[in-house]
């Protein structure tokens, strides 16, 4: 069974860079069948995409965190990553990782997810 | 703020329907019939419950149904049992600039 897991540190500077990474296990992140994905909730709030990369490096982005976002896989480790530059409060958020379903639009499997507060 | 409109709330009582829409736009919901929806129990990861628009995942209970018109989807959850109370999320793809959107959920309580 596919599945994906988030670690990283909970707690962030402001104006420091979020570093957070993903276990694919179960499976090969190097497969045809997935983008891999970054999304965030906010507390109380919908959830909010970040971007997204297959195992060849193909990466798409959100349009309004694209200036400080990377996606990066490493195939070797069965992981990808994420680095999210310049936080300020309003990154804080639960970050989670999930596979993205590369024909039809979904996201499955989740990770259980990684609370990142900003705060110093 | 999200780009999928869905009310804050909604309820029914044990063995009712209730129906949660999802609003968006011609650029969106309204372009790709790519819609899910996801179901959040408090401290856990989405699960998927609807994907293009209609189709349940394996495991998911026949109670839940989604349908499409125009920029708006909808989620129907027939027959009404207490471990459906959640927060329920829905989903759009939305092309090759904005790419995936979600909306704001909506919770729904069973009285």
């Known amino acids: 069974q596919l599945r994906v897991q988030e670690s990283g540190p909970g707690l962030v500077k402001p104006s420091e860079t979020l570093s957070l990474t993903c276990t694919v296990s179960g499976g090969s992140v190097s497969t045809n069948d997935y983008y891999w994905a970054w999304i965030r909730q906010p507390p109380g709030k919908g959830p909010e995409w970040i971007a997204s990369?297959?195992?060849?490096?193909?990466?798409y982005y959100n349009p309004s965190l694209k200036s400080r976002v990377t996606i990066s896989v490493d195939t070797s480790k069965n992981q990808f990553s994420l680095m999210l530059t310049s936080v300020t409060a309003a990154d804080t958020a639960v970050y989670f990782c999930?596979?993205?379903?590369?024909?039809?639009?979904?996201?499955?499997?989740w990770g259980q997810g990684v609370l990142v507060t900003v705060s110093s | 703020q999200s780009a999928l409109t869905q009310p804050a709330s909604v309820s029914g009582s044990p063995g009712q329907s209730i129906t949660i829409s999802c609003t968006g736009t011609s650029s969106d919901i309204g372009s790709y019939n790519v819609v899910a929806w996801y179901q959040q129990h408090p401290g856990k990861a989405p699960k998927l419950m609807i994907y293009e628009v209609n189709k349940r995942p394996s495991g998911v209970s026949s109670r839940f149904s989604g349908s499409k018109s125009g920029n708006t989807a909808s989620l129907t959850i027939s027959g009404l049992q207490a471990e459906d109370e959640a927060d329920y999320y829905c989903?759009?793809?939305?092309?090759?600039?904005?790419?995936?959107?979600f909306g704001g959920g909506t919770k729904l309580t069973v009285l």
């Open positions: 999930a596979g993205r379903s590369y024909f039809e639009c979904w996201f499955d499997p």
């Open positions: 990369i297959f195992y060849t490096g193909s990466t």
């Open positions: 989903y759009s793809y939305a092309g090759t600039t904005t790419f995936e959107v």
